[in-house]
Each structure stands twice: as structure tokens, then as C-alpha cells.
């Protein structure tokens, strides 16, 4: 006897960078289509545009209006990471469709990159491991003082999802703590700083973590920068596009701040030829949430958040709400 008719797979399109066990995953539940490896990806929209029910897709790459207005029967973007600045969010909106992420299942590592930052940028590990490994310590060379971490006030620019998680991990490091955002967070212990230069005059450490995008571009500029002043540090972990990054080249390499820890950058992966020559700044391949446990909880939300779509007509998590 033939088996009972099964729905027929959805069609989704890949157009992001995703885990290849995840890709796995997809291709053995839905009709999946990798854009990129279609040789002419334009050709593919144009003639097969229509088909496409669902998109997957990454933070770092996210998805232009004009790939969304290429499927013209496009009902759920599911991206893995919790950044939204390169998904043109309006226009699905525009079009009444899903749109889920990953947020909360990334902030613990997120927040645990953001102190590691901060540890080693202020303490200058990175940079002794350096010296041991030159043999400067076994000459004798003394490796310089640093700056104490614990007890140390933390400027915090931006109090959402991680900005809290940071928060917490500061009170085992007994971290006085303000904040900047544009509106003050409820039900925090935190005060609220509405000026940001303020807060850089006031912080030694200032950690980035506000949504990326045209909102933030630029929100730390030379004016912020110089309110940190020679003995304060910054790290990012946001996007590169918050910081002024020409700007802060030019504090660091005229030591205007002390140091910096940076996950992300303007330009990724291009980093300022100028950062590699200093001691004083940490740089790492935007590799904040990049654990396997993590990564392995973003691409199950990823894939769940499509299921739940397809069978129950809403994602898990909306970027949408
Ligand atoms: P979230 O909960 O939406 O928090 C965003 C924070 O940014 C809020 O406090 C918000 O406060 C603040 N903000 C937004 N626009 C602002 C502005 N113009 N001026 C000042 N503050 C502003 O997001 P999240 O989950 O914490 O994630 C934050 C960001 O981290 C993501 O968007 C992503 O870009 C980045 N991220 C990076 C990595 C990595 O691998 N390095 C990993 C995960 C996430 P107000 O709205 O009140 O201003
Ligand atoms: C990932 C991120 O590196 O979630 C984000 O916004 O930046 C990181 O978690 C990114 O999602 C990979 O595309």
C-alpha cells in the first residue's frame, strides 16, 4: 500500500553564514537552497524567487530589502544571532512577515567575552603572555604594573539583554556601576547617566553593548573617547559601527586612553593596521558568543523558531515584538 501523502517540504533559502550541522539540519527537514552556492545568485532570485517560503540567515550577514522584495512569497526570516543591523526589519514588517533571532540564549557567553575583555585589557594578560613567550621574563626584563580591576567603576552603554548579564558578573567584582542608554531600564540598582560623555568621565572602564545600526553609529566618538581620559579603558562587544574606530585609533596610538578590548570592528574582518602594533588593545575575531554550547543553542532556535512557524504560524522569538 503507498504510504499516506505528507505535506510537501517548505522551500528555504539560505542567504547567511550558518554552522554546517545546522545546515545538515535544515536540508534534512525542508526543500533547502543555498544562495551561495548558486552560480549566478541574481539568476536564481529571478527565476525562482517565487518558490521561496522561509529565509535563513546570520546576524553578520542578515538579509537587504531588495533579496526581500526578490521573494515575493517570503512569510518567516529566521537569523541566527541576536543583531538585527543588517536585516532590513521595516520592509518585512512592511510585508507581514516573521522574523525570529536568538536572543538570551547567547547572553552569558556574550557577557563572559565582555569581561574577559575587560580583564585582560586592564590587567594587559594578552600582552604578558607576550612578554613570557618572548623570553623578555627569563632575561630579566620586569613586565610593567596594571590596573587594578575589582572595585574599579564600570560605565555600561547600553542595559538590555547582555548589558544586565554584565551588570551582574560586575557585582562579584564589587565594580560601582552607571549606565547609558536612551531611556532609564526599570527596577535596576543602577543609575542612570543621560550624558554619555558624563559617563566616560566618570567610568575607568566603559563597556560597549547597544544595538548596532544607524541609531548607534558613531554614539562613542573622540569627544567620549577623551572623557575617558589617559587611565581609561573601553571594550566593545557590540558592533564595530558604534565606536568611532578612526577616533579610536588615534587615542590609542597617542595614548589619549589607556587600552581597549575590542570582539568587533568597523570593517570585519579588517582590523586598523595601527591596532596590530599595540600592546595596549586585546583583539579578538568577534568571537563573544562563539561556544559550542551557545552556538548550539542559536542554531536550534534558529531551526525551532521555523518549525514552530510552519506549524504553529509564530516564531519562538520575534524581532518583530
Ligand atoms: P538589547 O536587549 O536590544 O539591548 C540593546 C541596548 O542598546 C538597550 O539597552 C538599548 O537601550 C541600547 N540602545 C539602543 N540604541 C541606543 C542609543 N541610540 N543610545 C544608547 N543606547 C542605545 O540587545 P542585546 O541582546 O543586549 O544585544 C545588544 C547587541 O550586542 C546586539 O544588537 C548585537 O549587535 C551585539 N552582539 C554582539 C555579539 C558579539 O559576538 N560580539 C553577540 C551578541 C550580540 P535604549 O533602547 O533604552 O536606548
Ligand atoms: C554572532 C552576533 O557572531 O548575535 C550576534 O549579533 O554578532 C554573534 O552572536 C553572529 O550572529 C554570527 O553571525
Same mark, same amino acid.
Given at each position: 500500500?503507498? @504510504?499516506?501523502?505528507? #505535506?510537501?517540504?517548505?522551500?528555504?533559502?539560505?542567504?547567511?553564514?550558518?554552522?554546517? @550541522?545546522?545546515?545538515?539540519?535544515?536540508?534534512?527537514?525542508?526543500?533547502?537552497?543555498?544562495?551561495?552556492?548558486?552560480?549566478?545568485?541574481? =539568476?536564481?532570485?529571478?527565476?525562482?524567487?517565487?518558490?521561496?517560503?522561509?529565509? /535563513?540567515?546570520?546576524? !553578520? *550577514?542578515?538579509?537587504?530589502?531588495?533579496?526581500?522584495?526578490?521573494?515575493?512569497?517570503?512569510? /518567516? $526570516?529566521?537569523?541566527?544571532? /541576536?543583531?538585527?543591523?543588517?536585516?532590513?526589519?521595516?520592509? #518585512?514588517?512592511?510585508?507581514?512577515?516573521?522574523?525570529?533571532?536568538?536572543?538570551?540564549?547567547?547572553?552569558?557567553?556574550?557577557?563572559?567575552? !565582555?569581561?574577559?575583555?575587560?580583564? %585582560?585589557?586592564?590587567?594587559?594578560?594578552?600582552?604578558?603572555?607576550?612578554?613570557?613567550?618572548? &623570553? %623578555?621574563?627569563?632575561?630579566?626584563?620586569?613586565?610593567?604594573?596594571?590596573?587594578?580591576?575589582?572595585? +574599579?567603576?564600570?560605565?555600561?552603554?547600553?542595559?538590555?539583554?547582555?548589558?544586565?548579564?554584565?551588570?551582574?558578573?560586575?557585582?562579584?567584582?564589587?565594580?560601582?556601576?552607571?549606565?547609558?542608554?536612551?531611556?532609564?531600564?526599570?527596577?535596576? @540598582?543602577?543609575?542612570?547617566?543621560?550624558?554619555?560623555?558624563?559617563? =566616560?568621565?566618570?567610568?575607568?572602564?566603559?563597556?560597549?553593548?547597544?544595538?548596532?545600526?544607524?541609531?548607534?553609529?558613531?554614539?562613542?566618538?573622540?569627544?567620549?573617547?577623551?572623557?575617558? &581620559? @589617559?587611565?581609561?579603558?573601553? *571594550?566593545?562587544?557590540?558592533?564595530?559601527? /558604534?565606536?568611532?574606530?578612526? #577616533?579610536?585609533?588615534?587615542?590609542?596610538?597617542?595614548?589619549? $586612553? =589607556?587600552? =581597549?578590548?575590542?570582539?568587533?570592528?568597523?570593517?570585519?574582518?579588517?582590523?586598523? +593596521?595601527?591596532?596590530?602594533?599595540?600592546?595596549?588593545?586585546?583583539?579578538?575575531?568577534?568571537?563573544?558568543?562563539?561556544?559550542?554550547?551557545?552556538?548550539? #543553542?542559536?542554531?536550534?532556535?534558529?531551526?525551532?523558531?521555523?518549525?514552530?512557524?510552519?506549524?504553529?504560524?509564530?516564531?519562538?522569538?520575534?524581532?518583530?515584538?
Amino acid at each position: 500500500m503507498a @504510504p499516506p501523502p505528507t #505535506a510537501l517540504p517548505h522551500r528555504v533559502l539560505n542567504v547567511g553564514r550558518l554552522p554546517p @550541522p545546522l545546515m545538515q539540519r535544515l536540508q534534512a527537514a525542508h526543500d533547502l537552497v543555498d544562495l551561495a552556492a548558486q552560480p549566478d545568485a541574481a =539568476a536564481w532570485l529571478a527565476a525562482h524567487g517565487s518558490t521561496v517560503e522561509a529565509v /535563513v540567515t546570520s546576524a !553578520a *550577514v542578515g538579509i537587504t530589502g531588495d533579496t526581500i522584495d526578490a521573494l515575493p512569497n517570503l512569510r /518567516v $526570516i529566521s537569523s541566527f544571532g /541576536v543583531g538585527l543591523d543588517r536585516l532590513d526589519v521595516e520592509r #518585512a514588517r512592511a510585508r507581514g512577515i516573521a522574523v525570529g533571532y536568538t536572543p538570551d540564549v547567547l547572553n552569558d557567553c556574550v557577557a563572559d567575552a !565582555a569581561f574577559g575583555l575587560v580583564i %585582560d585589557a586592564a590587567r594587559g594578560l594578552s600582552a604578558a603572555d607576550r612578554h613570557v613567550r618572548r &623570553g %623578555d621574563w627569563a632575561r630579566g626584563v620586569a613586565y610593567p604594573l596594571a590596573r587594578k580591576v575589582s572595585g +574599579a567603576k564600570l560605565g555600561l552603554v547600553g542595559l538590555g539583554r547582555i548589558g544586565r548579564t554584565i551588570a551582574h558578573r560586575s557585582t562579584g567584582f564589587d565594580m560601582p556601576l552607571r549606565y547609558h542608554a536612551r531611556r532609564p531600564v526599570p527596577d535596576v @540598582p543602577w543609575p542612570h547617566e543621560p550624558s554619555l560623555v558624563d559617563l =566616560a568621565h566618570w567610568a575607568d572602564i566603559l563597556v560597549v553593548i547597544t544595538a548596532g545600526g544607524p541609531g548607534t553609529r558613531h554614539l562613542v566618538d573622540a569627544a567620549v573617547l577623551d572623557a575617558l &581620559g @589617559p587611565e581609561g579603558f573601553i *571594550v566593545n562587544v557590540a558592533r564595530g559601527s /558604534v565606536i568611532d574606530e578612526a #577616533a579610536l585609533v588615534r587615542a590609542l596610538v597617542e595614548r589619549r $586612553i =589607556a587600552g =581597549a578590548g575590542l570582539d568587533v570592528f568597523e570593517h570585519e574582518p579588517n582590523v586598523p +593596521a595601527e591596532l596590530l602594533a599595540l600592546d595596549t588593545v586585546v583583539l579578538l575575531p568577534h568571537i563573544a558568543s562563539a561556544t559550542r554550547e551557545t552556538r548550539q #543553542a542559536m542554531a536550534d532556535r534558529v531551526f525551532d523558531n521555523l518549525d514552530r512557524f510552519f506549524t504553529e504560524g509564530r516564531v519562538i522569538s520575534s524581532a518583530l515584538d
